[in-house]
């Protein structure tokens, strides 16, 4: 297992290794490579002036509001049966079966500002009652087999990025319940360049995964903002797309097959390069949240390396001219790798945002642009150099068509450079007083529109009151032929007598808003504990049963992470 940093209840681990891009173009700059490498950053202060327009805009005293000491933390005793606890030990060695304090608050909960709320308070009720580190999948269905048949709760624990509650642990039944940490089996084996093919372990993260890839002249270009922690498991098990899904496709793409342990069995699925032998049981497997079983091995579709990465910025006037020129690429096939269309609220935020020299850059190239306000739009495309200049080159023409302006390499670099900075922030804005948390869907593009002002009207209603309007920001990131996916950041003065209630009422607005005006429940973020309510208005009654019964077949004891996914 990897050294542990000390334990903290930040959300976003403080001092941990940064990633940024390689290279940082500078002006005037032509393309630069499509490398990545770790950095350590020091913490960065939320800006003056964004402290200012935040208190303005929320009506929000900053106030400070740290979370309890670690000692502090409420932890109730392990309830592990001890006969359990000792056949997990003959079965995986006792270093590998754990109930000491810290192992089991280290697994409580995900990264969502529910569980970082709860955490920050002092309460632990979602800690598992022991940890669990298999090292196989042989390993992994023996432990999968043995709690079943003594009737424990098992919860798989990649990164604990989950912003959705799909760590919680819930057991209507209230059993102990056992963290299995996939942290051993991480690495990758059987390397097939000819094929494009790799298997990884669950348990590796990004970017040791690109890194071991990047030997051989490969990559698997999934970068999501959690990418320092999240798991290949977990991108598998909560079906995640990165910042360049547009161009590389969703986690969901990338899977060429895997190895599910369930209690009933070991099922490997998936045949590359494709198959016609009936229904594609590998697209269950993907997004099941832990709740089938553990995922213990992942065959993915890699690339080679890109030559040449090419990242620009552009401003749209506003946001309908914006999503008219995406649709316009996507329906000819044009839309760059990474794509990120800012309202109108980001764009003035990150202005603020960003930091001295970044804001000056940004709002130079904007003014000189003759536009101080408007929509950013950040691009990037990366590959063999002549097909990303003749993509890039058709692009453009549309962008112009549609009335953008070109604001330069610098800004989509220092976007590229700084793209996994923005959770390090969310811990002192919620040690100022604030409420922070983010959102998503997709919809298709005619439905977009409603989607987004839905969304806006549903939060702006729920957390505004006299003197106080929360802000509400939003972004379109990945793109398709039919649609985009639509990602809210949402801060508000938060209510310190009722925050649990406060967010979840905002929530439960939003999420009837944007499933009414034809948005989905969850673009990347999966269904976790939080989005479970409203599954059957996603999948129908049917579809949860058809659902309720493949559970039944492979975990008949209902012992696999049993708080999420299906309805109660
Ligand atoms: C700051 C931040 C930024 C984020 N950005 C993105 C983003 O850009 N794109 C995106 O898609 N998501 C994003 N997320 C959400 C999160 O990172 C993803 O859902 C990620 O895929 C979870 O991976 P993990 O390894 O951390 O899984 P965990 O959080 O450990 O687990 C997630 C769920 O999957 C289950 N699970 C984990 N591993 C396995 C396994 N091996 N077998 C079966 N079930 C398993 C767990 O039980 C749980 O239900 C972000 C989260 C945070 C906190």
């Known amino acids: 297992m990897p050294e ?6 930040q959300g976003w681990g403080p001092g941990s290794s940064r990633v940024a891009t390689v290279a940082d173009a500078g002006e005037g700059a032509e393309e630069t490579g499509g490398g990545l490498e770790l950095t350590r950053d020091p913490e960065l202060p939320l800006p003056k002036a964004a402290r200012r327009h935040l208190a303005r805009e929320l009506g929000w005293t900053p106030r400070a509001t740290p979370p309890v000491a670690v000692g502090d933390i409420r932890l109730a005793p392990s309830r592990l049966p001890e006969d359990v606890h000792a056949a997990l030990v003959a079965l995986l ?58 009737d424990v709760v098992v919860v798989p624990f990649g990164g604990g990025t989950s912003v959705v509650g799909g760590l919680a642990g819930v057991d209507p039944d209230d059993r102990p319940s056992l963290s299995v940490d996939l942290s051993r089996m991480a690495s990758v084996s059987d390397v097939d360049v000819a094929s494009s093919l790799v298997t990884a372990g669950p348990g590796m993260r990004g970017p040791a995964l690109e890194e071991a890839l990047a030997e051989h002249g490969l990559t698997l270009g999934h970068l999501p903002q959690s990418f320092e922690f999240a798991t290949v498991g977990g991108y598998a098990a909560t079906r995640s797309a990165g910042q360049a899904s547009t161009g590389v496709g969703r986690f969901d793409d990338l899977v060429a097959g895997l190895t599910l342990a369930t209690p009933s069995g070991v099922l490997e699925l998936g045949h590359p390069p494709a198959s016609a032998a009936g229904p594609d049981l590998l697209g269950l497997a993907l997004g099941s949240e832990g709740a089938l079983g553990v995922i213990t091995e992942v065959r993915l579709r890699v690339r080679p390396r890109p030559r040449t990465a090419v990242y620009e910025g552009w401003s749209f006037r506003t946001w309908e001219d914006g999503l008219a020129g995406l649709q316009r690429l996507a329906r000819h096939d044009l839309l760059p790798d990474v794509v990120r269309l800012s309202d109108p609220e980001e764009t003035r935020a990150n202005l603020l945002n960003a930091g001295g020299a970044g804001a000056r850059l940004l709002r130079g190239a904007l003014r000189a642009r003759g536009r101080a306000e408007g929509c950013l739009l950040v691009v990037g495309w990366e590959g063999l150099p002549p097909l990303v200049r003749a993509r890039r080159r058709a692009a453009v023409g549309v962008l112009r068509e549609h009335g953008a302006a070109r604001v330069g390499r610098r800004v989509g670099e220092s976007w590229r450079r700084h793209r996994f900075a923005a959770p390090y922030l969310r811990d002192r804005l919620m040690d100022a007083g604030l409420l922070v948390e983010t959102l998503e869907t997709a919809a298709t593009w005619s439905a977009l529109p409603a989607v987004y002002d839905a969304v806006r009207r549903a939060l702006r209603g729920s ?40 967010w979840l009422g905002a929530k439960r607005a939003a999420t009837d808003a944007l499933l009414a005006a034809g948005g989905t429940l969850t673009h990347h973020h999966a269904v976790g504990a939080d989005h479970r309510p409203w599954l059957e ?32």
């Open 4 to 9: 542990q940093p000390e334990l903290t209840i």
């Open 93 to 150: 060695g006792g270093e590998h079966v754990r109930t000491d304090r810290e192992s089991r608050l280290r697994r409580a909960g995900g990264k969502s500002y529910l569980d970082l709320l709860r955490r920050r308070g002092g309460d632990a009720s979602d800690a598992p009652d022991a940890v669990a580190l298999p090292g196989s999948t042989a390993e992994t269905a023996a432990l999968l087999a043995l709690c079943s048949e003594r």
């Open 463 to 502: 957390l505004g009151a006299p003197g106080r309007q929360p802000l509400v920001m939003g972004h379109v990131s990945h793109g398709y032929a039919t649609g985009a996916s639509l990602y809210v950041t949402v801060l508000a003065d938060r209510d310190d007598d009722l925050p649990l209630q406060q």
């Open 537 to 568: 208005r996603e999948v129908g009654p049917l579809g949860v049963d058809v659902l309720r019964a493949v559970k039944q077949r492979l975990d008949p004891r209902g012992v696999c992470n049993p708080g999420v996914l299906l309805p109660d």
